[in-house]
């Protein structure tokens, strides 16, 4: 399974959320201390949703999905006033991430399609 649907409450706004694994988000950084970080790469975006903002157009296909607009993550200090420690941006396209040029990971320029989810994000019902 590469993404699931989630139903979120988020203090009494109700929405859905795409959950799914980007690998360019799940590429380690440094932390301005020097300690190093291996994020999961994890996203929960609102999708087809006028109760939660931003939010993104998606085609309804769980398996080979598809975003709109781009997707932008910057990896923030602490200090929030330091230049950012990471850029990941991409737009999701039928399954396939297209990293854009200002991506600061190695997958930047690539095509890369997406991964399938990690067993402990799976609801086992």
Not at 113 to 120: Q, R
Request: charged share 15%; with cysteine.
């Amino acid at each position: 399974m590469k993404t699931s649907l989630r139903q979120v409450n988020d203090h009494g706004v109700h929405y859905e959320a795409l959950m799914f694994v980007c690998p360019g988000c799940a590429t380690p950084y440094t932390m301005l201390d020097g300690t190093e970080h291996t994020p999961s790469g994890l996203h929960m975006l609102p999708v087809n949703s006028i109760a939660k903002t931003p939010q993104w157009d998606w085609d309804g296909n769980l398996e080979v999905p598809t975003l709109n607009p781009s997707i932008l993550t910057r990896i923030q200090p602490y200090d929030d006033q330091s230049a950012p420690l990471g850029v990941c941006h991409s737009y999701l396209r039928a399954g396939v991430f297209e990293f854009l040029g200002d991506c600061t990971h190695q997958f930047a320029g690539q095509h890369v399609p997406m991964p399938h989810l990690p067993a402990w994000t799976i609801d086992e019902e």
